[in-house]
C-alpha cells in the first residue's frame, strides 16, 4: 500500500509538472501573440497579414494614405478609351484598394510619415488661392493653355481631347512598341462636371484637406485641357496612376523619349512646390515637340519655363 501509495503520488507530480510545462507555454504564447498584435498597431487583420508576409495594405491603412495623385478618379478613363470592359463604378474602389506606390514594405510607413508634413507643404491642400473665382477665359502663356492651381480654366471650357495630342500619342505609342512597351493613354480629357462629381466624392469620402491631396478641385485639373495624357502599360494596370510606373520599363522609356512627341513628364519629382502637386509618374502633358525639347533639355517645369511659378 505503501509502495503503491508512494508510486502515485509521484506519479501525480510528474503529471503536475507537466501541466505546468503545458499551461506555461500556453501563456508565452498568449503573451507573445498580444505583443505581435500590439506591434501591429492593435490591427489583427494586419498582424496575420504580416505574419504571412504580404505586402498588401489593409484597408484602414489604404484609408489613410494620402493618395498622391488625382487619378484615383480614373473612372472615366476607362470609359474614355472604351478600352476596357470595366464598370466605371469599379475603378475607384480598385484604385483605393491597390497600393498606390510600389508593393514595397518600406512603404507601409513611408505615406504615414508623410501625411503630416504634406499638410504644410505648398504641395497639395494649400496652393489654391482662396477665394478665387473661376475666371471666364482660359489662361494663355507664350502660346501654352496652362492649367493649375493658380490658373484654373471657366467652367464651360470643354475642348474635348485634343486631336494633335492624340496624334502624337499614338506615333509615340507606334514607337514604343518597337521596343516591346504597349502604352496605353487611360485617362486624357475629363469635363468640368465629371470633375465636380469625382472631387465631391473624395471630399465626402476622406474630407477636403485630404482630397486636395490628390484630386484636382473642378476647374483646375490639367485633364479639363484635353491635353493631359495619364499613360500606363497595357496589361499591367497595377502600375497605371501608381508611383511604381515610374519604376517600370515603359515608365522608363517615356521620361526619357516622351519629349520627342511633345509630351512633357507635368510634375516630376522634386518640384512639388513649383507645380502643386506630387510627382506623377504617369501624367504626361502635350506641349509640343519644340517647347518639350526645350522643357526637357532644362530639365524644368513648365511652370518654370513659362515664368509663371
Ligand atoms: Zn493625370
Known amino acids: 500500500m505503501k509502495k503503491r501509495g508512494r508510486f502515485s503520488t509521484r506519479k501525480r507530480n510528474r503529471t503536475n509538472k507537466w501541466m ?46 494620402p493618395n498622391p495623385d488625382e487619378h484615383v478618379l480614373t473612372d472615366d478613363e476607362v470609359g474614355n478609351d472604351h478600352q476596357e470592359a470595366k464598370e466605371p463604378e469599379e475603378m475607384p474602389l480598385k484604385k483605393v484598394e491597390e497600393p498606390q506606390i510600389t508593393p514595397d514594405n518600406k512603404v507601409k510607413v513611408e505615406p504615414k510619415k508623410k501625411s503630416a508634413p504634406v499638410q504644410e507643404k505648398p504641395s497639395s491642400s494649400i496652393g489654391y488661392i482662396e477665394g478665387q473665382e473661376l475666371p471666364d477665359k482660359p489662361k494663355y502663356v507664350k502660346g501654352i493653355l496652362i492649367a493649375s492651381k493658380q490658373y484654373p480654366l471657366p467652367k464651360d471650357f470643354a475642348p474635348g481631347e485634343s486631336k494633335e495630342a492624340r496624334a502624337a500619342f499614338d506615333e509615340m505609342a507606334a514607337e514604343a512598341l518597337l521596343s516591346g512597351i504597349k502604352l496605353q493613354a487611360f485617362s486624357t480629357y475629363r469635363s468640368y462636371d465629371y470633375q465636380v462629381t469625382l472631387y465631391n466624392r473624395y471630399v465626402e469620402r476622406d474630407g477636403q484637406e485630404a482630397a486636395d491631396r490628390y484630386s484636382a478641385r473642378p476647374g483646375y485639373s490639367e485633364h479639363q485641357t484635353g491635353l493631359a495624357f495619364d499613360i500606363g502599360e497595357v496589361n499591367h494596370e497595377k502600375h497605371w496612376a501608381s508611383t511604381s510606373f515610374g519604376e517600370t520599363e515603359a515608365g522608363k522609356w517615356l521620361g526619357a523619349n516622351a519629349y520627342q512627341y511633345g509630351f512633357i513628364l507635368r510634375y516630376p519629382k522634386g518640384k512639388e512646390e513649383i507645380t502643386g502637386y506630387m510627382h506623377e509618374s504617369w501624367h504626361y502633358r502635350y506641349v509640343g515637340k519644340e517647347k518639350a525639347l526645350q522643357i526637357f533639355k532644362r530639365n524644368i517645369t513648365l511652370e518654370e519655363y513659362l515664368g509663371i511659378q
Not at 38 to 56: D, L, M, P
Open 20 to 65: 505546468n510545462i503545458i499551461v506555461g507555454i500556453f501563456f508565452i504564447l498568449i503573451v507573445a501573440s498580444i505583443i505581435f498584435i500590439g506591434v501591429n498597431g492593435w490591427n489583427v487583420r494586419q498582424a496575420i497579414e504580416s505574419v504571412r508576409g504580404e505586402t498588401e495594405q489593409p484597408s484602414e491603412f489604404q484609408e489613410i494614405v
